[in-house]
């Protein structure tokens, strides 16, 4: 374990040293410093995860993270022009110590900038393990962070390439402005992308094909070097190796006396910084860089914790067995295989071995990782030893202790390689002591200058590089694509590697965020908010209305219209609303028409009941749209407008418009229903002139006309079968706005007393039933059903609220219970009061007021009671007649319940209809109906 995790280390070492150049010197003798900076990193964190995560994870192995390469260079290459600038100004010059010993003032403002740079990024990871502010990156869109990551991975080809061309970039290339041909250029770098691409390919068949490749690629050069002839001199003048100038490097600062040692001494950056070793202008030029290094990392490091912590319980539950045919027997019997030593062989599956070789990202986006993991293996896992995922914001802590600490003692950041545990547990190198050994050996290597390194060719690092790349384009580029059901969400990915390419990283990044953005709010535009569109013919009130009523609404209730509203109304999708009022007002030119146009409305119900909240942009929208409606003379009415949106009309300025607020949409489908037949229809005014007319008649047909009405809604003949209760009943009147019960206990005035309740036969009149919102297990005393505010329905909170709700309802009087109504049924003829009372004997607990003066037949129910024993044929058709009605009064709630799921789960319109539409599709309708 421990040689094998150096292998790894060495190379992933040389790989980020190698990526990191200066542009403007041609010699700079980088490589075995940044070298052994990285090395130093990773030898100072080794101890540190041990300790800090020894009671999380128990397998780290800490690894230069390559994912940083890009930005270092680009560190790097800030650094460099900023002391070119310096050195090629001559006033300047003159006085810079920069000029007289550019390599170590260099190094030292570089080992500053990337020793800030993680310092942020640790504080950054505290600071979100402990408010959890790691969950905003959740808010990104997703392809702005696939575009970001691809960039990454393609920032690391041209790495790759820089590399095999001895520092020569991509862009030079293309540009024709740089010291080799374009075919020489790809012709050096095709053997590293080669082997890349072949790592890439053959990954899955084990952790250890990278380190196998490295060696072969070695053995490859050194083959043809020795059948082609050619010296090692020569392939260093050809620069597929480093040459010995390229691996010089100084130990000692401007004064040559060795006293101030560079960064890749342990805290030989805080002794630089404090001996004032540093080009301060040169680490201010490459702030902006390492900020965004230091907010991108901290979202990786997250992601990363997620990931660590769902490959710690995978390693955790490994299989533990000798060989297959022993495994298999002893857990027939039941026994339980002891532990073995680490050297021992362990028996695994071939898609064991294929996802120990995942990367972190393919374990993190797979939520069924443990679950493949257990059921790939032979060993089942006991419940009582399945072990538990460790905290991945307790896992974030402690990286952000480690960075600190790194930046302090020196070197590049470093993580947990999932791979490389993956690969070391299985061969039973999960221990400390291997771990401990692995940072040994490197600390060896790192006191031998990596004086290896000038026989191993460039390609064998690039083609890291290369395979880093490879990994990244493929899980956020191609496989983003795969996943993305719309294309133009996708096409922001390609966009921010081209700007990552041209721009840089972080205006890339930038750019990649407005354009998500931007599609994300013209694809919630096109989703639209209009739930459910309706008018006054397809959904109604449940009220009881009588059959002149009903009539009228079926020819005249369009002039309602409807719209139901869902979601968040924000500045993207609020204004799509408009264009379905503006439908409703459409004015067409005067052209001949099969059919006739549906009504300009006269009153429009928006119902906000499944709107969640607003923004003041769509407060703007609400505002135009009364005033469109004022335009026309049509009223607006808002139902379900909850508290928290009530609050919002209101501080966006909308508290003097004249709107009617309703809880509920039926109350406000009902008060539409309810002005249109007193205004439009004038129905109070002729049950007012029924009233009259009925006063100075002589003839009292009264209750024969109440029978008669029954028929007439409810298609009947019940008038002739009932005659004869007319000996039995009496004419009772009550005026507008008067109570028919009394009501001691809440001092209401009635015209009929209490004692004396049974059944009402509606002659004339209109009567509206208010219900006391507490008799219902549905509300409560603020008269609607509220979901729980806490997401713990058995919390502590709750439990008090419970109490105090408990507490409430048995101190409340009947008094207090009044106050807090609404309206069950608006009856009128054609109707009957106290038909349920007379069925179960229950008092209904419901206030009947006249809305008009009205005239009514009572039959008490003691009467009833004489009229069953006397004559039982006459009280069997009454009951018949009264089960009629109720079960009519619940068909009225079954189609009112459709209505809702209809509401419900009919989906989001896209566009509005046009009044030509709607016109053609009601005689359509109609057409069907004959």
Not at 561 to 589: D, H, T
Request: glycine fraction near 6%; charge should be neutral; proline fraction near 4%.
């Amino acid at each position: 374990g421990s040689f094998l995790s150096v292998l790894y280390n060495t190379v992933f070492c040389l790989a980020l040293a190698s990526s990191i150049n200066r542009p403007h010197v041609t010699a700079s003798a980088l490589l075995v410093p940044m070298a052994k900076y990285a090395a130093l990193g990773t030898v100072a964190t080794t101890p540190c995860f041990l300790i800090f995560l020894s009671g999380n994870v128990s397998v780290v192995y800490p690894t230069i993270d390559l994912f940083l390469a890009p930005f270092f260079a680009h560190m790097a290459q800030s650094v460099d022009q900023t002391l070119y600038e310096e050195c090629d100004n001559a006033d300047v010059a003159s006085s810079s110590p920069s000029c007289n010993n550019d390599a170590s003032i260099f190094f030292n403002s570089f080992a500053a900038l990337v020793a800030i740079s993680i310092c942020l990024t640790g504080m950054l990871c505290l600071v979100s393990a402990k408010f959890k502010l790691a969950n905003l990156g959740a808010f990104l869109p997703y392809p702005t962070i696939a575009g970001f990551f691809s960039s990454i991975g393609f920032l690391l080809w041209t790495l790759a390439f820089s590399i095999d061309n001895d520092g020569v970039t991509i862009q030079q290339v293309l540009q024709n402005t740089a010291s080799i041909s374009r075919l020489d250029a790809f012709l050096h770098h095709f053997p590293s992308f080669a082997v890349g691409v072949g790592m890439y390919v053959y990954d899955y068949k084990g952790p250890f094909i990278g380190p196998l490749f490295v060696i072969l690629t070695i053995c490859v050069f050194y083959m043809i070097m020795l059948v082609c002839g050619i010296s090692f001199e020569e392939a260093q003048a050809s620069h597929w190796f480093y040459s010995k100038e390229e691996l010089a490097h100084e130990t000692n600062t401007s004064d040559g006396d060795g006293s101030a040692p560079l960064p890749y001494v342990p805290f030989g950056g805080v002794i630089s910084i404090a001996l004032n070793l540093v080009n301060w202008r040169a680490v201010a030029n490459g702030l902006p860089i390492a900020f965004a290094m230091a907010a991108i990392y901290a979202l990786r490091n997250f992601l990363h914790a997620i990931a660590m912590a769902k490959a710690a319980t995978a390693m955790a539950s490994k299989p533990d067995v000798d060989t297959t045919a022993v495994s298999n027997s002893n857990f027939d019997k039941g026994h339980k295989t002891s532990p073995t030593s680490a050297g021992r062989s362990r028996v695994l599956s071939s898609d064991v071995n294929q996802m120990h070789a995942r990367t972190f990202t393919e374990v993190l986006f797979d939520d069924d990782f443990l679950t493949k993991l257990n059921d790939a293996t032979a060993r089942p896992v006991d419940e009582n030893e399945k072990p538990q995922r460790p905290d991945s914001l307790k896992l974030l802590h402690w990286y952000g202790v480690v960075h600190m600490l790194t930046s302090l003692v020196g070197g590049f950041a470093c993580l947990p390689s999932v791979p490389v545990c993956f690969s070391l547990a299985k061969l039973g190198a999960d221990g400390k002591a291997p771990q401990y050994g692995s940072a040994v050996l490197l600390f060896l290597i790192y006191w031998n200058d990596f004086h290896l390194v000038n026989y191993i060719p460039k390609a064998a690092f690039a083609s890291l590089l290369v395979k880093a790349a490879i990994d990244m384009l493929d899980v956020w580029f191609v496989k983003s694509f795969v996943k993305t059901k719309e294309k133009a969400e996708w096409t922001v990915v390609p966009i921010i590697i081209v700007l990552g390419f041209m721009l840089g990283m972080l205006q890339a990044f930038a750019v990649g965020v407005a354009l998500s953005t931007f599609l994300f709010v013209a694809s919630f535009y096109r989703s639209g908010v209009v739930k459910f569109i309706a008018n006054g013919l397809t959904v109604r009130s449940t009220i009881e209305r009588d059959i002149k009523s009903n009539h009228w609404l079926d020819e005249h209730a369009d002039l309602v219209q409807l719209l139901v509203l869902q979601n968040y109304l924000f500045f993207g999708n609020a204004s799509s609303v408009i264009p379905y009022i503006q439908s409703m007002f459409e004015e067409l030119p005067s052209t001949d028409l099969e059919f006739d146009l549906p009504p300009i409305p006269k009153y429009i119900i928006v119902d906000l009941a499944l709107v969640t909240g607003m923004d003041t942009s769509a407060v703007d929208v609400i505002s135009d749209i009364w005033s469109l409606c004022k335009h026309f003379d049509c009223v607006l009415m808002l139902s379900g407008v909850s508290m928290e949106i009530r609050m919002t009309l209101v501080k966006g300025g909308f508290r003097d418009k004249k709107v009617r607020y309703y809880t509920t949409l039926e109350s406000a489908l009902g008060a539409a229903e309810d002005i249109l037949l007193a205004k439009e229809a004038n129905f109070e005014r002729d049950e007012v002139h029924k009233g009259i007319c009925r006063s100075i008649s002589e003839v009292d047909d009264g209750f024969d006309r109440a029978l008669q009405q029954i028929d007439e809604l409810h298609g009947l003949d019940a008038a002739f079968e009932l005659m004869n209760l007319k000996q039995h009943v009496t004419t009772v009147t009550i005026n507008a706005g008067q109570s028919l019960f009394e009501d001691s206990a809440t001092d209401i005035d009635g015209v009929v007393d209490e004692e004396e309740r049974g059944i009402f036969f509606i002659e004339h009149g209109i009567l509206k039933i208010q219900k006391d919102t507490n008799s219902s297990l549905t509300r409560n005393s603020h008269g609607a059903l509220r979901s729980l505010s806490s997401l713990k329905a058995r919390s502590p909170s709750r439990a008090g609220s419970y109490k105090k709700l408990k507490q409430r309802k048995r101190n409340i009087t009947l008094a207090q219970r009044d106050t807090h109504t609404f309206r069950l049924a608006r009856i009128g003829p054609g109707w009957i009061v106290g038909s349920i009372e007379a069925f179960t004997g229950m008092k209904n607990p419901g206030v009947h007021i006249a809305v008009t003066k009205c005239r009514l037949h009572h039959l008490p129910y003691t009467k009833l009671q004489e009229i069953e024993e006397r004559e039982p044929i006459i009280a069997l058709k009454l009951v018949k007649l009264l089960a009629l009605l109720l079960a009519r009064r619940q068909d009225i709630t079954v189609e009112q319940m459709s209505t809702l799921h209809n509401i419900m789960a009919s989906r989001a319109l896209t566009k509005p209809v046009k009044r030509t539409t709607m016109g053609a599709i009601k005689r359509a309708n109609e057409a069907m109906m004959v």
